[in-house]
């Protein structure tokens, strides 16, 4: 199902997290204390929305790296529905899309209710002092998937190539000390999957 980023309330804190990456480790919020900028991503294997963006953003996160931008992404998804979801697929996928970033495994699901995050991809961008500034898309470009128009809802913008322009315009903004420029759009993807008696209202 398709579902639209909620745009949490800016000035947020980040909420902490304590899960473990593909490699077994186990990986924190304040292992990036000194890291000036912080973008947390819910993805997951299986979503056509992540597939479309996600190695672009891996060549994204190489990038702003040596700036000072720290890239975490974070599964979330009950594979009930998708087993290619599951932990040994986070696994197979990280090393086969060669991901530069920390890849954490967020069984319980507690870490994606406590960021409010709703869709794959979400994406939560924070400063240095861990208060959110953005939370909206990567940028305007979306996959082609068979689906009817969602009422309420823009087209999808298929003809454009994923660039991360929304994301480069707010990280820049980040590492210069400055407010990150209006509009925020959404980001769009699929529902995160949710256990059975996790799913919140938003979801």
Known sequence: ???MSRQVAEGEA??????????????????????????????????????????????????????????????????????????????????????P???????????????????TPDFFLYNGERKLVYNGQFDASRPKINRPPVPGLPPLRTDLPVT?????????AVLAGQAVPEPHHPSAGCSIKWKEGKDPWWG
């Open 1 to 3: 199902m398709l579902r």
């Open 14 to 99: 980040a909420p902490d997290f304590d899960l473990p990456d593909t490699l077994g480790n186990r990986r924190t919020l304040a292992e990036f204390v000194e890291k000036p900028a912080l973008l947390v991503a819910f993805i997951c294997n299986h979503c056509p929305f992540v597939l479309h963006v996600i190695d672009e953003l891996a060549a994204f996160a190489r990038e702003y790296e040596p700036k000072g931008l720290q890239v975490v992404a974070i599964s979330s998804n009950d594979p009930g529905e998708f087993p290619e979801d599951d932990y040994a697929h986070m696994r197979l996928f990280a090393q086969e899309r060669d991901l």
């Open 101 to 119: 970033f920390p890849y954490l495994h967020d069984e319980s699901q507690d870490v994606a209710l406590a960021y409010g995050a709703i869709c």
């Open 164 to 172: 991360g322009e929304d994301m480069r315009r707010a990280v820049n």
